[in-house]
């Protein structure tokens, strides 16, 4: 059986001792010690939370901003795109300006010559004809009567055309 000596009750009274000496020295502090840990643990977790949310909001932010500005490269893009196609039919309607003018220029050469050479064959048709005409005659002409015969002439030359 179970003898109950001194050394036994010294020590069960040595272990309520120790339990009591425990409680005051170490149990407080030791609580206290693990509840400002675990409050800094839950300090820590809601600043990280925090901190997640300002991050999704800076995240949808940049997302936003991010959307705006393809937009307004997309419109910079077509504002190019609609300038470059503008210049190219503003070159092409000034080309073809430029080809009106040179053919007007070159059909007003072209009359202006054939005016010419319409002018020197009339002269040059008036002194054979009035060489012809002097060799038919057989006699010299005057200038006066000359001059009257190549009027003539150019006016039927004129009036043939």
């Known amino acids: ?17 120790l339990l009591i000496f ?11 010690l693990l509840a400002n840990r675990s409050e800094h643990i839950a300090s820590n977790i809601a600043a990280a ?16 901003e991010m959307r705006r500005a393809r ?3 997309q419109d910079i893009v077509q504002k190019a795109t609609k300038a470059g196609e503008d210049q190219a039919l503003e070159i092409i ?28 064959l009339r002269d040059q048709v008036a002194s054979l004809s009035v060489l ?9 002409m005057t200038d006066q009567i000359q001059h009257s015969m190549i009027k003539d002439f150019i006016k039927e030359a004129g009036e043939l055309q």
């Open 22 to 32: 425990l409680r005051l020295v170490a149990y407080k502090p030791l609580s206290k």
């Open 132 to 140: 012809v005409a002097g060799k038919i005659i057989g006699k010299k």
């Open 71 to 73: 937009g307004q490269a």
């Open 93 to 120: 309607e000034s080309a073809k300006n430029e080809a009106v003018r040179i053919k007007d220029a070159a059909l007003a050469e072209i009359a202006r010559e054939k005016q010419k050479a319409v002018v020197e």
């Open 1 to 17: 059986m179970l003898e109950f000596n001194a050394t036994l009750l010294a020590q069960i009274a040595d272990f309520i001792i």
């Open 49 to 64: 939370e925090q901190e997640r949310q300002e991050a999704q909001q800076l995240k949808a932010g940049y997302e936003a």
